[in-house]
């Protein structure tokens, strides 16, 4: 209880009345000193940042320090785990349009520093390009989550649910190799691809991110360990920008995984002049209540803690931050403080809970008397809540939280189910409507060849008969003819045979030259008349 009170962003202010109920609520001196001397810090320094509120700039605070953040149970865990886990290495603020968003501390202190950049490196791996961070915070921030740039010009970590080698944008050139963390906005889900603001996007859409958000190694540099040391300087980053394209078509989703290609191993490994070696990348099993660990390498093999996480906050970073604060306290003393009402002294922290009801004595002293009488009811301290009460609370919170999430998760697997067979119903009756509309085509297309056959046959001999009777009506014709013709040449015939002969001419002197020639033309006709009958 002495943390939380430390830690309260109430500003008590006890008065007779007060002291009393909590002496009477077993409320030990100690604790009711605590809450005097806070209330006055409280009340002459207003101005401090809790979890729930804007903070101020992130160089005026202390990260949370030595504070062990350990494993959820195997399918338990949430965004809670990431407020929980980040919170030593930076501070929490409530960002206007993305929620609650991280800043580490390595940024505060380095105006240059970078995510993906200035704590890692690059490793080919079964997952594609991987990002092998040196920092506990490295196994959330670089495989989880989006960054963006904050109104300080500093980088700031949105949390999301799913597990990626790494999250980046791509741009290349023959000299130099770059990428950008992907922007706050940007999401994946499994089954439904990249979204950008909830709205659809493939897995080549560009994300408009400016130079600014680009860190750019030479080509032959690309696989060094220590990349902050060989980075292009800010000075040469603008032509470096417009000399490289980016890489579209990057992230693939195969066999159930995330694959980052990136820029081709073909390309790295000729640039580099070194062979690209394989990196598996397997699970950490850490038992619940244990320490989480970033990744461990051993020789080709990483062991990543990377637990399915639910996108629920159920407890947030309010009460975890304030958690994490009364945790590191237990082992700290309470700071001396001066009293802004009194400079007579220096109100300091009692050192047992003897010294502790001398101090209060003297409180309520000045105080005076309470008005109300001891034998009242007492009451419950105002304000104050012990830590096991505001644990139970937040665990039956999360429990709440977490049966909420199953029965949506139920209903959305029945929606998308009923969804799936109603769509699978649809099909098969599409598919039986398509063969049926196809076999009465092809019946009517057989049905009307048949016809066309029909007719062409018909036709055909119909045209065979029509020729057959036109050749008869010629043959008819022509014997008619004949018949005609026959009576008359037969009459013919005999009119000659029955003619009186006529007499013969007498011939005519002829001179002997002339008998000569007629006799010779005689002898040629009888010659042609006695070939011609042969």
């Given at each position: 209880?002495?943390?939380?009170?430390?830690?309260?962003?109430?500003?008590?202010?006890?008065n007779a009345d007060d002291i009393q109920e909590l002496e009477n609520a077993n409320v030990s001196a100690t604790v009711i000193v605590a809450m005097l001397e806070h209330g006055k810090q409280l009340r002459s320094n207003p101005v401090a940042v809790h979890a729930d509120q804007q903070?101020?700039?992130?160089?005026?605070?202390a990260p949370i320090v030595n504070v062990a953040v350990n494993a959820p149970p195997e399918g338990e865990a949430n965004i809670d785990l990431f407020y929980e886990a980040l919170s030593p290495y930076g501070t929490w603020a409530k960002d206007e349009d993305n929620g609650w968003v991280w800043e580490p501390t390595d940024g505060v202190r380095d105006a240059n520093w970078s995510p993906y950049a200035n704590d890692g490196h690059w490793i080919w791996s079964d997952y594609g390009w991987y990002w092998e961070s040196s920092t506990p915070y490295g196994w959330a921030a670089y495989h989880y989550g989006r960054w963006s740039r904050n109104s300080h010009n500093r980088w700031c970590w949105a949390p999301d649910n799913v597990w990626g080698p790494a999250w980046v944008d791509w741009r290349h050139s023959d000299e130099n190799i770059g990428w950008a963390p992907l922007p706050?906005?940007?999401?994946?889900?499994?089954?439904?691809?990249f979204s950008y603001r909830g709205k659809n996007v493939g897995f080549d859409f560009h994300l408009g991110m400016d130079e600014r958000a680009y860190s750019f190694v030479p080509?032959?540099?690309?696989l060094d360990v220590n990349l902050g040391?060989?980075?292009?300087?800010e000075n040469r980053r603008h032509n470096v920008y417009n000399q490289t394209t980016v890489i579209n078509n990057t992230y693939v989703y195969n066999d159930n995984r995330i694959i980052n290609n990136g820029v081709s191993t073909a390309v790295v490994s000729r640039a580099t002049n070194r062979q690209i070696e394989k990196v598996s990348i397997v699970d950490a099993k850490i038992a619940a209540g244990q320490p989480i660990r970033g990744e461990q390498r051993s020789a080709n093999t990483i062991t990543a803690y990377r637990p399915k996480v639910a996108n629920v906050a159920p407890i947030g970073p309010t009460v975890i931050?304030?958690?994490?604060?009364?945790?590191?306290?237990?082992?700290?003393?309470?700071?001396?403080?001066?009293?802004?009402?009194?400079?007579?002294?220096?109100?300091?922290?009692?050192?047992?809970?003897?010294?502790?009801?001398?101090?209060?004595?003297e409180e309520k002293a000045k105080l005076g008397e309470p008005k109300k009488t001891v034998n009242e009811k007492p009451v419950a301290a105002p304000a104050v809540k012990p830590d096991a009460a505001a644990e139970a609370e937040a665990k039956q919170k999360a429990i709440e939280a977490k049966s909420e999430e199953k029965a949506k998760e139920k209903a959305t697997n029945e929606a998308a189910t009923k969804q799936h067979a109603t769509a699978e119903a649809e099909a098969k009756q599409k598919v039986i409507e398509a063969k049926?509309?196809?076999k009465t085509r092809e019946k009517a297309t057989n049905d009307a060849e048949v016809k066309q056959h029909a007719a062409a046959e018909a036709e055909a001999r119909q045209k065979a008969i029509e020729a057959k009777?036109?050749?008869?009506?010629?043959?008819?014709?022509a014997n008619d003819t004949e018949v005609k013709q026959r009576p008359a040449a037969e009459a013919e015939t005999k009119r000659e045979e029955h003619a009186p002969a006529k007499p013969a001419a007498q011939p005519k002197a002829t001179p002997p030259h002339e008998d000569k020639a007629e006799s010779k033309e005689e002898k040629d006709r009888e010659k042609k008349d006695g070939e011609d009958r042969k």
């Amino acid at each position: 209880m002495l943390a939380f009170v430390q830690y309260s962003p109430v500003a008590y202010d006890l008065n007779a009345d007060d002291i009393q109920e909590l002496e009477n609520a077993n409320v030990s001196a100690t604790v009711i000193v605590a809450m005097l001397e806070h209330g006055k810090q409280l009340r002459s320094n207003p101005v401090a940042v809790h979890a729930d509120q804007q903070p101020a700039p992130a160089d005026q605070q202390a990260p949370i320090v030595n504070v062990a953040v350990n494993a959820p149970p195997e399918g338990e865990a949430n965004i809670d785990l990431f407020y929980e886990a980040l919170s030593p290495y930076g501070t929490w603020a409530k960002d206007e349009d993305n929620g609650w968003v991280w800043e580490p501390t390595d940024g505060v202190r380095d105006a240059n520093w970078s995510p993906y950049a200035n704590d890692g490196h690059w490793i080919w791996s079964d997952y594609g390009w991987y990002w092998e961070s040196s920092t506990p915070y490295g196994w959330a921030a670089y495989h989880y989550g989006r960054w963006s740039r904050n109104s300080h010009n500093r980088w700031c970590w949105a949390p999301d649910n799913v597990w990626g080698p790494a999250w980046v944008d791509w741009r290349h050139s023959d000299e130099n190799i770059g990428w950008a963390p992907l922007p706050f906005g940007s999401r994946f889900e499994v089954g439904v691809g990249f979204s950008y603001r909830g709205k659809n996007v493939g897995f080549d859409f560009h994300l408009g991110m400016d130079e600014r958000a680009y860190s750019f190694v030479p080509s032959h540099n690309f696989l060094d360990v220590n990349l902050g040391v060989v980075l292009v300087p800010e000075n040469r980053r603008h032509n470096v920008y417009n000399q490289t394209t980016v890489i579209n078509n990057t992230y693939v989703y195969n066999d159930n995984r995330i694959i980052n290609n990136g820029v081709s191993t073909a390309v790295v490994s000729r640039a580099t002049n070194r062979q690209i070696e394989k990196v598996s990348i397997v699970d950490a099993k850490i038992a619940a209540g244990q320490p989480i660990r970033g990744e461990q390498r051993s020789a080709n093999t990483i062991t990543a803690y990377r637990p399915k996480v639910a996108n629920v906050a159920p407890i947030g970073p309010t009460v975890i931050v304030e958690r994490q604060r009364a945790q590191a306290a237990r082992a700290t003393p309470i700071p001396a403080v001066k009293d802004p009402k009194s400079s007579a002294r220096e109100s300091v922290k009692p050192t047992n809970e003897q010294d502790a009801r001398h101090i209060l004595s003297e409180e309520k002293a000045k105080l005076g008397e309470p008005k109300k009488t001891v034998n009242e009811k007492p009451v419950a301290a105002p304000a104050v809540k012990p830590d096991a009460a505001a644990e139970a609370e937040a665990k039956q919170k999360a429990i709440e939280a977490k049966s909420e999430e199953k029965a949506k998760e139920k209903a959305t697997n029945e929606a998308a189910t009923k969804q799936h067979a109603t769509a699978e119903a649809e099909a098969k009756q599409k598919v039986i409507e398509a063969k049926s509309e196809e076999k009465t085509r092809e019946k009517a297309t057989n049905d009307a060849e048949v016809k066309q056959h029909a007719a062409a046959e018909a036709e055909a001999r119909q045209k065979a008969i029509e020729a057959k009777s036109e050749e008869k009506a010629h043959e008819k014709a022509a014997n008619d003819t004949e018949v005609k013709q026959r009576p008359a040449a037969e009459a013919e015939t005999k009119r000659e045979e029955h003619a009186p002969a006529k007499p013969a001419a007498q011939p005519k002197a002829t001179p002997p030259h002339e008998d000569k020639a007629e006799s010779k033309e005689e002898k040629d006709r009888e010659k042609k008349d006695g070939e011609d009958r042969k």
